[in-house]
């Protein structure tokens, strides 16, 4: 499976601004995804991939889709692709991330809470959990385990 992460779009078939039944109709039609949680009238809808265990969270505000939140599939032999300018924001080592991403004009804010803002793509990255997936010998994470992808992010 492979998403591309499209700002100011959405992700995959996830189009920022789509109704909450237009969403609902894309994850049906996919059928790539099972919903974990969700009421009639959803401020977010929870998504898992069972393959792999990698997790969205499409967050709604009045009724339209504002942000798509994926998280690291858990399974480190998934066949899971989760694209921006053609780079795996979960398989490429976070530091060497940023750097390729710099390299090709993206600005990025870094700060030490392991959140890391591209704020003209409305993007943020993060390690959130490095219990869960690889981290070096000192116990830091070695890939980004978090994106959101929104209409808009605080700065």
């Known amino acids: 499976m492979e998403l591309e992460l499209a700002p100011h779009l959405g992700v995959g078939r996830f189009r920022l601004g789509m109704a909450v039944a237009e969403a609902r109709d894309v994850v049906r039609e996919w059928g790539l995804f099972r919903v974990v949680a969700s ?31 994926l998280f690291r599939f858990l399974r480190e032999d998934a066949d899971v692709r989760v694209l921006l300018d053609g780079l795996d924001v979960f398989r490429t080592p976070s530091e060497a991330l940023l750097e390729q991403l710099a390299e090709r004009g ?46 808009e992010i605080a700065p």
């Open 39 to 69: 009421d009639a009238s959803p401020g977010q809808i929870v998504l898992t991939h069972d393959g792999s265990l990698l997790n969205i969270v499409l967050g709604f505000t009045k009724g339209a889709l504002s942000g798509v939140e």
């Open 106 to 151: 993206r600005v990025i804010e870094e700060n030490d809470l392991g959140f890391d803002a591209l704020p003209e793509l409305k993007m943020i990255l993060s390690n959130q959990s490095s219990h869960a997936h690889p981290a070096d010998e000192a116990g830091d994470p070695i890939y980004f385990d978090y994106v959101l992808v929104a209409t």
